[in-house]
């Protein structure tokens, strides 16, 4: 969809929130490049800010109330998850009567990027209202496997418990090293991320993660996947998204959304 519509659609909410205070949504509206060209590497400067992914985003975690978000791969990304969890911080210091929670991070965004680079880019522009929100740590990718299936996984991962996990990360260039001659340096192999199957036993009850295109990792992670989920794929939208689907572990395993309405 042409950028100016989807801008036109999503500005109602895009004011009512006040994310256009946040970001310049017109930046780059007459960007010509597509999404290959930031796969191939040949893109040098970021991809202007996709409304619909935004907003999309920013929805998920307000409408689930989100307590703490783990992010692979940064940028206006960040900027929107960081204002719905300090939203949701508002609604939940505005609570009569607080449920106690085993949680140490609460409304917190980690964010974790290969690139220095842009790590620098979005630092200069996160809003400084926010900056106590967010966290942020850069770490190489190496190539690996997965019970013998070819993947890559980040090197230095929060140690963290999120209940939203947006995976938009690693660049496919930036993965490290080969397996039998293949590496992830060929333009033709999809990226193909493992970070999250070696988390998942960890996973809490209720825990949602949102794919943002990487379909063919998608799949890979739907089919080695261990637990029960609710998955759906948005062909239009270019999202996969999965939800935890099990027995809460007690008390102190809840939602946002079971006290913030």
């Known amino acids: 969809m042409d950028r100016k519509i989807q801008l036109k659609e ?13 970001i310049n949504f017109m930046d780059g509206i007459d960007f010509d490049s597509d999404v290959y060209d930031s796969v191939s590497g040949t893109l040098s400067i970021p991809m202007p800010p996709e409304s619909s ?5 920013h ?33 939940w210091d505005n609570l009569d009567d607080k449920p106690k929670l085993r949680n140490r ?12 680079q842009w790590i620098d880019i979005l630092e200069q522009r996160f809003p400084e209202h926010l900056k106590d929100v967010i966290t942020i740590r850069q770490s190489d990718v190496e190539i690996g496997t997965f019970n013998g299936q070819i993947c890559h996984y980040y090197k230095n991962i929060p140690d963290v418990i999120p209940d939203f996990i947006y995976l938009d990360g690693p660049h496919p260039k930036e993965v490290q090293g080969s397996i039998n ?13 493992g970070d999250l199957l070696l988390m998942e036993p960890v ?16 799949r890979f992670l739907q089919n080695n996947f261990k637990r029960t989920y609710k998955s759906n794929w948005d062909v239009e939208g270019d999202i996969t998204t999965f939800e935890l689907d099990e027995e809460r572990l007690g ?11």
């Open 105 to 116: 991070f609460m409304f917190q965004l980690f964010s974790v990027d290969t690139s220095q």
């Open 251 to 261: 008390k102190y395993n809840i939602l946002g959304s079971d006290y913030l309405k």
């Open 203 to 218: 996973f809490l009850p209720g825990t949602f993660i949102l794919v943002d295109g990487r379909t063919n990792n998608a």
């Open 10 to 22: 999503n500005q109602a909410y895009i004011e009512k929130e006040g994310l256009d205070e946040l």
């Open 181 to 193: 001659g293949m590496s992830f340096n060929c333009d033709e192999r999809t990226v193909m991320s």
């Open 53 to 57: 992914d935004l907003v999309r985003l």
């Open 59 to 91: 929805k998920i975690i307000r409408q689930r109330k989100c307590f703490t978000a783990l992010e692979f791969g940064l940028g206006y990304s960040s900027i929107v998850i960081a204002d719905a969890l300090k939203k949701n911080k508002f609604d």
